[in-house]
């Protein structure tokens, strides 16, 4: 028997079993290798949206296009996760091989949050990505000297930080610059215009935006899964549904705090070699906050996030 030929691709959309494999400029409809459903391997992992993978291509096209069955599923570069908060949902993989994370936050409907902004900026960074805090909506804002005061912390650990205006166009120049050629995923909260961003930066993809809600103050889910999308300037963004909780996952007590970059300077000189920066004496980082050389509401923010990952190990 002659050796299959396999072709190589990259998985842009999962609705339900039936995984799209982009290949060559073809999408290709693949299902899963019965070994993955089985998972006799624990090094297999179920492909996600922007896994590389191989995939024998069927005998020929049907009615639905070019078909194929994926067999392997290549090493990630990077992998964007998340959890319930408080343990409430396991770790969950949203997408893998990506670039960067464009964490859009919104001037007002709804409201900006700070304390969402460190949990995504934790989780992108643990998976190997480069956060990006996008603000979007601000033909909203009045104070807009207030607003930059809130984010300039941001700006200071060298963060990106880009303030936009989906319905106006403005600023859309810069995110198309950072995303030449780069693979990102969009995320936050619903209604913060990531559908509308991902729209005008790529119109021909009509996608579907909402608006919202008067009486909650949260938007309306438009986007129901994560799918990557081409973009015609180099490169791929994907959108995801509204995200109403978000844990970080897989990120140790000891870990956490590496990923806060304003505390870096002080990491490595506390009493104890082991200190989490919370309850310890002699600890550096609780003598900076005392100061007034570490932000208060910034570690505040570090230590939800630390009591989040005690709760999510104690749930295991």
Do not use: W
Request: charged share 25%; proline share 4%; glycine share 10%.
């Amino acid at each position: 028997m002659s050796e299959v030929l396999l072709s190589r691709g990259v998985v842009t959309r999962i609705r339900g079993s039936i995984y799209v494999v982009s290949s060559g400029g073809v999408n290709v409809k693949c299902s899963l290798r019965g070994r993955f459903r089985l998972r006799d391997r624990p090094d297999e992992l179920l492909p996600v949206v922007g896994d590389n993978v191989d995939f024998r291509p069927g005998s020929s096209p049907d009615d639905r296009g070019a078909t194929g069955m994926i067999m392997s599923v290549h090493p990630r570069s990077s992998v964007f996760a998340r959890s319930g908060l408080s343990g409430k949902m396991d770790h969950k993989v949203i997408g893998a091989n990506l670039d960067q994370v464009i964490i859009v936050v919104s001037t007002k409907k709804p409201t900006l949050k700070l304390r969402l902004i460190d949990r995504m900026i934790v989780a992108a960074e643990a998976g190997g990505m480069e956060p990006v805090v996008c603000v979007n909506k601000m033909d909203l804002i009045g104070d807009v000297d207030c607003l930059r005061r809130q984010l300039a912390p941001y700006e200071k650990m060298q963060y990106k930080v880009i303030f936009c205006s989906a319905l106006r166009g403005t600023g859309l120049d810069v995110i198309r610059e950072l995303m030449r050629f780069k693979s990102s995923i969009m995320v936050g909260s619903s209604g913060t215009g990531k559908t509308s961003l991902v729209a005008a930066l790529q119109p021909d993809l009509k996608l579907v935006t909402g608006a919202v809600s008067d009486k909650t103050g949260k938007g309306r889910h438009t986007t129901t899964h994560f799918e990557l999308h081409e973009l015609d300037f180099g490169g791929y963004i994907g959108d995801t549904p509204g995200i109403r909780e978000f844990g970080v996952s897989d990120v140790s007590k000891r870990e956490l705090a590496t990923h806060f970059r304003d505390f870096r300077p002080y990491l490595g000189t506390c009493r104890f070699s082991t200190c989490t920066h919370s309850h310890e004496p002699d600890c550096s980082v609780k003598e900076a906050v005392e100061e007034g050389t570490l932000s208060r509401d910034r570690y505040e923010s570090y230590i939800r996030i630390l009591d989040s990952i005690g709760d999510q190990q104690k749930n295991r």
